[in-house]
C-alpha cells in the first residue's frame, strides 16, 4: 500500500494529521463516584510526562451522568451501544488515536497517575506490558480473598499452562500495548474474558510482551463491582478451554485411548488374575467403551483445531500443516472403511460360529472377546469416516455476497 492509499483511509489520514503518541482508554458503565477523579490523575500525567496524548471514556450506556462527568473534565466521550466491558474497551481501541494505548478501570482502583513504567516499556518495543498486582501490592480489601488466593491463581496458572504464557497476572485491569499490535490480533469477545483473550491471543501471536508491578487499592464506589464472581470466573475458564484444544479434546483424548488399549491387550487374551481379583470380559467393555469415547474425543480436537485455524482464532505450525497435507478425506475413507470391514468381519465371524452351534446356547466370555473388538472397530471406522467428510466440509470456501 503506497502513501496516497494510507492517506485515503480516514482513520489512517486522522492520525498523520493528529499524531498522538498515548491514548488513555477507561471503560464507563455508571462510574460518576469516580469517574472524574480517574480522569483528573490520567491529565495530571499526560501533563507532567508532556506525552502527546488524550483521554477517552467508553461509556457503556451510562444512566448516571457519566457522560457530563466526562465532558467536565476534558475526556473524549466514545458511546458504545454493545453492553459488556469487553465491548466498551474494543470501542475505546478503535476510537483511539494514540500509537500506544493504556486502558484501565474507571472505579479508582488504579493509578492513572502513575503510568511511566507502562510508557517506557511501550517505547523500548514491548507490543503488550501488563500490569501485575501480585508484585506490585493488594492493598487491604481490594481484592476479595476468593480472587486473590483462588480465582486469579488458578486461572492464570491455567492460562500459563495452556498457553505457554509468561504473564503472573491474567486479569489485571491496567495494561498498556502497541494500538495497531492488539488490533491485529482481532479480538473478539464482549465480555470480562476480553481480558484473557487479549493476553491468549497475543501470546499465541508471540507479540512482545513484559509486566510491570503495579499497585491495586479499593474502588471508590459505593455500589457493588460490576464483575460476578461464579459467572465471569466461568466465562474466563471457558474461553482459556476454547483457545486450547490440546487440553480440553488431545490429551483427554489419549488418555482414554491408551488406558482403553492396555486394558484390552491384558484381558483380550484372556481372563486376568491378581490374587484373588479376576479381570474378565467386563473389563474388555470397559477398555473398548475408553478406546471409543477416546476416539471421539480426538476426532473432537482435529475438527475443532481445524475450525479454530480457518476461523483465524488460532494460527496454523509446521506439524498440523504436514497433518493437514497428511489427512486428506480419501485416506481417511481408506483407515474408516478398512476399520469397519475389519469389524463387519468380525460380527460375521461370530454369526458363523453361532450357527455352527446351530443357533443355539454359546461361551458367553469367549463369543464377547469376538463381539466387543468387533463392534468397537466398526463403530469407529464410521466415526472415522464421517469425520473425515465433515473436515472437507469445513475445508470448503464460500463465496461471500
Not at 491529565?43 to 465532558?71: C, F, H, M, P
Not at 479480538?187 to 470480562?192: C, F, N, S, Y
Not at 486376568?272 to 467403551?289: A, C, E, K, Q
Not at 498440523?320 to 486428506?328: D, G, I, N, Q
Request: charge should be neutral; aromatic fraction near 8%.
Amino acid at each position: 500500500m503506497n502513501r496516497s492509499d494510507l492517506l485515503n483511509d480516514p482513520l489512517t489520514a486522522q492520525l498523520v494529521e493528529d499524531p498522538l503518541e498515548l491514548t488513555i482508554v477507561m471503560p464507563c458503565l455508571n462510574e460518576a463516584e469516580t469517574l472524574g477523579t480517574c480522569i483528573d490523575k490520567a491529565s495530571s500525567y499526560l501533563a507532567r510526562s508532556g506525552i502527546s496524548g488524550e483521554i477517552i471514556v467508553a461509556d457503556n450506556g451510562s444512566t448516571d451522568g457519566s457522560q457530563q462527568i466526562a465532558a467536565q473534565h476534558g475526556a473524549r466521550l466514545v458511546a458504545v451501544s454493545q453492553r459488556g466491558y469487553g465491548a466498551a474497551l474494543a470501542g475505546g481501541i478503535d476510537a483511539a488515536r494514540g500509537r500506544y494505548v493504556i486502558m484501565g478501570d474507571a472505579d479508582d482502583s488504579y493509578d492513572f497517575s502513575a503510568l511511566e513504567p507502562f510508557v517506557e516499556r511501550l517505547r523500548a518495543g514491548v507490543e503488550l506490558v501488563m500490569g501485575n498486582r501480585f508484585r506490585g501490592g493488594i492493598a487491604p480489601g481490594a481484592m476479595p480473598v476468593l480472587h486473590r488466593y483462588v480465582g486469579n491463581p488458578v486461572l492464570t496458572g491455567i492460562g500459563r499452562a495452556f498457553f505457554d504464557s509468561p504473564i503472573g497476572d491474567f486479569h489485571c485491569g491496567l495494561r498498556g500495548f502497541d494500538r495497531a499490535a492488539v488490533r491485529s490480533l482481532s479480538l473478539r469477545t464482549t465480555g470480562m474474558e476480553f481480558a484473557s483473550e487479549m493476553v491468549v491471543k497475543a501470546t499465541l501471536a508471540r507479540l512482545r510482551i513484559a509486566e510491570v508491578p503495579t499497585t491495586l487499592s479499593p474502588d471508590g464506589r459505593s455500589r457493588p463491582p460490576h464483575l460476578r464472581t461464579w459467572h465471569d470466573g466461568w466465562r474466563h475458564l471457558r474461553f482459556l478451554l476454547m483457545y486450547a484444544p490440546r487440553w480440553l479434546f488431545l490429551y483427554p483424548g489419549l488418555v482414554l485411548v491408551g488406558f482403553g488399549l492396555l486394558a484390552c491387550g491384558l484381558v483380550l487374551p484372556g481372563p486376568l488374575r491378581i490374587g484373588s481379583v479376576v479381570f474378565d470380559v467386563h473389563t474388555l467393555i470397559i477398555g473398548m467403551t475408553a478406546i471409543l469415547v477416546g476416539t471421539q474425543v480426538l476426532i473432537f480436537f482435529l475438527l475443532a483445531k481445524q475450525y479454530a485455524i480457518d476461523a483465524g482464532l488460532l494460527r496454523m505450525g509446521p506439524k498440523y500443516h504436514a497433518f493437514r497435507r497428511l489427512v486428506t478425506l480419501e485416506r481417511g475413507m481408506v483407515l474408516g472403511g478398512s476399520l469397519a470391514a475389519l469389524g463387519t468381519l468380525g460380527i460375521l465371524g461370530a454369526v458363523v460360529v453361532w450357527g455352527d452351534e446351530s443357533f443355539g446356547p454359546l461361551d458367553y466370555t469367549h463369543m464377547m472377546r469376538l463381539l466387543i473388538p468387533a463392534v468397537t472397530s466398526l463403530a469407529v471406522g464410521v466415526q472415522v469416516i464421517m469425520a473425515s467428510f465433515l473436515s472437507s466440509i469445513l475445508d470448503l470456501k464460500v463465496r461471500q455476497p
